[in-house]
């Protein structure tokens, strides 16, 4: 890239000082072809030279010029006949173009052909026989084995290629075992080995891998299918042992999320240090820290108090060396909360807010999945979940916008869906309220206690 822009802008200096040299480039150019046409083998560069005035690198890239020009013709078909590599075979030797030269000249064709077919072929997944032998036929033009060309091709660009083709591949939002083989296959038949081709779309992979994570936390849940997609593509593809552990871990968090969404919450062995009642069962134990927030005529007063909070059936249990409370679910009047805190209110008390340690969606979700269930209501906030969901194409194009990386600091990982003016404020699902954030920069955009 650098080296084409030193280039171009050469010949553009070259041309503003000498306005004059393209035209005596390309009239140069244009007499060598008339020479070429009308005296056809008998033409000889020597007495071409000597015929007229010149300068020696005009008459070079002129010389080029007349050489692209007659392989863009023979190539127009798609192919290169015997007749045809003959005459350029000839015109090489009249015009006294250097091997290395020509051949450079014959390789930038061969490679953009190359492409074109592999792209073609690759297409519908399946590499035809035809499809091979046209591969074969660009890789001879240059005098190679397909396998060598493939290689080198490979080499230069194959791994932003083989990206786009696994890009094409799961664009419909899955990669289905048989397309991978196919891809494995095509590779293999190309001289690709299956290393090379992981190493080529592991990027790609994680990326996939991460925007199914990402929609499945917005729609608040994930289907088998996808699951499956998900655990499969991570141990066949190579993907970093960190990111499979966050996947595993997102993974754990969506199914909890869906079992909780059911109804089913989870149920764990009882801490020691608390009297439970008879047939009280608990769903979750965390550290957490307590804040009283009391409202006085000398202004707002917080106290904390580190401790760990018991989730149970019927009630929580905030336990703490400086205090213990024991608040029974159906004298919660509000609550509302996040990955890493939760706030609520009892009856004639000031507002409580707890935070967790270590954030953890399901903290809430338990919590106010339980207030439910022991007040045998449906979810006070069904109405409000259906307005903040996010419709499947205003994702899409949101992760497009944002390249699939959080938009405040470029994170590829631990995505969410975020409405930038949230939907309690009156924020809509219109795609310029919607954001990719990373769950680090979400929190951080949250901070409500
Ligand atoms: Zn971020």
Not at 30 to 54: M, N
Not at 239 to 263: N, Q
Request: with cysteine; proline share 2%.
């Amino acid at each position: 890239m650098a080296k084409q822009f030193v280039k171009w802008i050469k010949s553009t200096l070259t041309n503003l000082i000498d306005p004059e040299r393209e035209n005596r480039v390309n009239a140069l150019a244009a007499g060598v072809s008339r020479g070429l046409r009308e005296e056809q083998k008998a033409f000889s560069l020597s007495r071409f030279k000597a015929s007229r005035e010149h300068n020696t690198q005009e008459l070079n890239e002129a010389v080029q010029i007349v050489y692209r020009r007659l392989m863009e013709r023979v190539w127009s078909d798609g192919s290169v006949s015997e007749k045809e590599n003959l005459q350029l075979i000839w015109v090489q030797k009249s015009l006294e173009l250097a091997d290395r030269e020509a051949m450079a000249i014959r390789m930038t064709f061969a490679e953009e052909h190359f492409r074109n077919a592999l792209a073609q072929a690759m297409e519908d997944g399946c590499l035809s026989e035809e499809e091979e032998a046209r591969l074969a036929h660009i890789a001879q033009t240059v005098g190679e084995p397909t396998s060598v060309f493939a290689r080198r091709f490979f080499k230069k660009e194959g791994e932003a290629f083989l990206r786009g083709v696994f890009h094409a591949s799961i664009e419909d939002g899955c990669l289905s075992r048989e397309e991978w083989q196919s891809l494995v296959s095509m590779s293999h038949r190309l001289g690709i080995s299956t290393d090379e081709l992981l190493q080529a779309v592991s990027r790609p992979a994680s990326e996939f891998v991460e925007q199914v994570l990402a929609n499945a936390k917005a729609e608040g849940t994930i289907n088998s299918d996808q699951e499956s997609t998900i655990i499969w593509l991570m141990s066949t593809l190579k993907l970093s042992p960190t990111f499979v552990e966050y996947a595993r871990e997102e993974l754990r968090i969506l199914r909890h999320k869906l079992e909780i969404a059911e109804g089913r919450l989870p149920s764990i062995t009882k801490p020691d240090g608390l009297e439970f009642r008879s047939g009280e069962i608990v769903h979750a134990v965390r550290q957490a820290t307590l804040i009283v927030i009391r409202h006085l005529k000398s202004g707002e007063h917080r106290e904390s108090h580190n401790g760990r909070l018991i989730l149970m059936d019927s009630r929580m249990v905030f336990q703490s060396e400086t205090m213990a409370q024991s608040i029974n679910y159906r004298k919660i009047i509000s609550h509302r909360g996040g990955a890493d805190w939760i706030e609520f209110q009892v009856e004639q008390k000031p507002v409580w807010g707890l935070r967790f340690d270590s954030p953890d969606p399901i903290m809430y979700l338990i919590l106010n999945k339980a207030i439910a269930l022991s007040n045998q209501t449906a979810l006070r906030r069904g109405g409000e979940e259906s307005t903040r969901h996010i419709p499947r194409d205003v994702r899409q194009r949101v992760w497009t916008r944002y390249g699939g990386k959080c938009a405040d600091c470029n994170a590829h990982e631990y995505l969410e869906y975020d409405h930038i003016i949230p939907v309690a404020k009156g924020g809509s699902n219109a795609d310029a309220n919607v954001q990719l954030l990373c769950r680090r920069c979400n929190l951080k955009k949250s901070d409500h206690i």
